[in-house]
């Protein structure tokens, strides 16, 4: 139960609801317990007139008749009691349910990047999904149906013990049996369902990867290995799932046993002390109503009990990752403004996941308003400085200052509003290609708009579709081309005017033509602003006031472009041997 303590907050926000659905159930179940009370009186009222304790047959009748409106009077009533019961405590989990899922949801936006790295997106859907399902279960079903047990229990065995304490105490034998078993049993359940979870969170998983890579399975014609896969990881999930379910089964027949063992003891103790007339015949109707009664919240204890094993697995996984302090941290709450100069000093930086160094002593200035080339061969370090520029991940050794100002002391929502970053893979959303765009500035007016996409060179391909800007792209963009969804995200970038825009090899899949037609723009809208070019083609770097080479992390070469093709090494030959593929 140490994991689902996180949610008395939540117990104490809704605090009246469960007070107020705690007394209704009391209500409802004092009266449900009138009744047997009732039709035993009716019965010794009966053997009363048979006995000739009483001889007044029309008084006997009146009796009869009023005990039967009170019954139907009582059930009415104790109906009524037990949906305003469900009403406000079913209501109050749902409350719990979706602030828990909010919870959940900030967290994960609050996580860094490392952590995205990390956990599986089907294991994050999962936990704020079925997990939380699983403890509505236990906010909602679960207390309602121990509220009623206790309630039921408590004033069921008062009554009982008013009427008789001998039948009372023979009643409560099987009772210790019944709490050792519980408690075994739960143990098991406890172990499974965590295993069973587990199990969910795989194949959810594993069909999201399998669903994002579909284009890949089919076109390599896998779909038969994959299915295989899946088979597999679905029957061990359907054998733990039967685990699970055995143990679950044993619960409902172990308590009819019992319970039908407690009214095998009232009928045989009941009937020995009426034939010794030391009780009425109306007694041993009224406790086997009671066990009767009884019967209901005794054999839901077992699936309470599971609720709460399984409720109490699910708290573990999400307490995990609401636990997870975020490894990028803001550390200054007050305004940073941001002009745009960024200098590296002796920076270091090693993925944590992979250990691998990606970038090594790398000393570097940018003014503000500069552009900057960066080239190197694939793998050399070129993304990872600029995701170190976002504040995606922190150096492992050195510093980075955003206008003389170490980056970890500026204010990281400043600095992150002040970049616009295209990526190397843009992802676009499935919205409108309007909003994709505006997404950069949220207020964006519609001329801004196609400013942006102008800049971008993408506004002529915007039209020719039917829609034009409302046309609604499909999950990951999927009815643009390549080089249409990296343009789309440059206008993206442009749109949002910061300070610093990065373009990570954002115009790889467009041609050397509009390759040229973007840079001049860009030369425009990057006025002022401090810019970074990562390619892997000169024409992209030429124009740039500085250009760096990377090789394995380090700066191999630096300078301009006119100082840069008449030094030998990398840029000079990759110069060259671009002139020569320009010229065939
Ligand atoms: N998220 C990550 N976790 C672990 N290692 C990473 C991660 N991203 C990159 N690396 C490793 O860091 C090194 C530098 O990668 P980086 O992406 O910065 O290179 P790059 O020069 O941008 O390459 P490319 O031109 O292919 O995009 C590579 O060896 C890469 O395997």
């Not at 009146?62 to 039967?68: D, Q």
């Not at 965590?194 to 284009?215: A, H, P, R």
């Not at 899946?230 to 359907?238: A, H, N, Q, T, Y």
């Not at 801004?448 to 800007?469: P, S």
């Amino acid at each position: 139960m140490k994991a689902l303590q996180y949610l008395n907050k939540y117990f104490s926000k809704y605090k009246w609801r469960i007070i107020i659905g705690l007394l209704i159930t009391i209500l409802s179940k004092l009266l449900a317990l009138q009744v047997p009370r009732i039709i035993g009186d009716s019965f010794n009222i009966v053997e009363d007139y048979l006995d000739n304790t009483i001889s007044d047959l029309a008084f006997v009748k009146h009796e009869l008749l009023m005990n039967v409106l009170i019954i139907v009077g009582v059930a009415l009533l104790s109906g009524f009691f037990t949906f305003l019961m469900r009403q406000t405590i079913i209501v109050t989990s749902r409350l719990i349910e979706f602030d828990l899922k909010n919870e959940i949801y900030q967290q994960y936006q609050k996580l860094s990047l490392n952590f995205y790295k990390k956990n599986r997106t089907g294991d994050l859907m999962n936990r704020i999904s079925e997990d939380v399902s699983k403890v509505r279960m236990y906010v909602g079903p679960a207390i309602m149906y121990t509220m009623n047990m206790i309630v039921l229990f408590a004033v069921g065995f008062t009554q009982m013990l008013q009427v008789d304490k001998q039948l009372t105490l023979y009643t409560l034998i099987p009772f210790p049996l019944l709490s050792i078993s519980i408690f075994i049993l739960s143990k098991v359940i406890h172990k499974r369902s965590t295993i069973v979870q587990q199990y969910l969170s795989k194949l959810t998983t594993f069909n999201q990867e399998f669903f994002s890579g579909i284009d890949v399975v089919k076109s390599y014609g896998i779909e038969r290995s994959i299915i295989k896969d899946f088979d597999v990881i679905s029957d061990e999930s359907k054998e733990k799932n039967i685990d699970l379910q055995k143990a679950n089964a044993l619960f409902f027949p172990l308590m009819i046993l019992l319970i039908g063992i407690s009214n095998l003891i009232v009928i045989y103790i009941g009937g020995l002390r009426y034939i010794n007339g030391e009780i009425q015949s109306g007694v041993i109707i009224e406790f086997i109503m009671y066990v009767n009664i009884l019967t209901w919240p005794v054999a839901v204890v077992g699936w309470v009990t599971s609720m709460v094993q399984q409720a109490e697995a699910s708290q573990a996984r999400i307490n995990e990752f609401l636990d997870e302090v975020p490894e990028i941290q803001n550390t200054n709450n007050n305004p940073t403004p941001i002009k745009g100069k960024v200098t590296f000093k002796d920076v270091s930086f090693t993925y944590e996941d992979t250990n691998i160094t990606a970038l090594k002593n790398i000393d570097l200035t940018v003014e503000a308003g500069e552009t900057l080339a960066i080239l190197g061969n694939t793998g050399s370090g070129k993304s990872t400085i600029i995701e170190l520029i976002s504040r995606l991940y922190d150096v492992t050794k050195g510093v980075i200052l955003i206008d003389d100002t170490p980056i970890i002391e500026a204010n990281l929502y400043d600095v992150r509003s002040q970049i616009g970053f295209v990526p190397q893979d843009p992802f676009l959303f499935s919205d409108t290609i309007g909003n994709n765009i505006k997404f950069g500035k949220e207020e964006a007016t519609k001329d801004e708009i196609i400013d942006a996409a102008k800049n971008a060179v993408v506004h002529d391909n915007i039209v020719e579709f039917t829609n034009g800007y409302d046309t609604i792209l499909g999950e990951r963009g999927v009815t643009l081309s390549g080089g249409q969804k990296q343009r789309v995200s440059i206008a993206r970038a442009i749109i949002k005017n910061p300070k610093i825009l990065i373009f990570d090899d954002c115009l790889s899949a467009v041609d050397t033509e509009t390759e040229e037609k973007i840079l001049s723009n860009l030369e425009k809208v990057s006025k002022n602003k401090t810019t970074f070019i990562i390619s892997h083609r000169v024409s992209s770097a030429k124009n740039a006031d500085k250009i760096i080479v990377l090789d394995e992390g380090r700066i191999a070469q630096q300078g301009t472009h006119n100082q840069l093709i008449k030094t030998e090494g990398y840029y000079k030959d990759l110069y060259e041997q671009q002139l020569l593929e320009k010229e065939i």
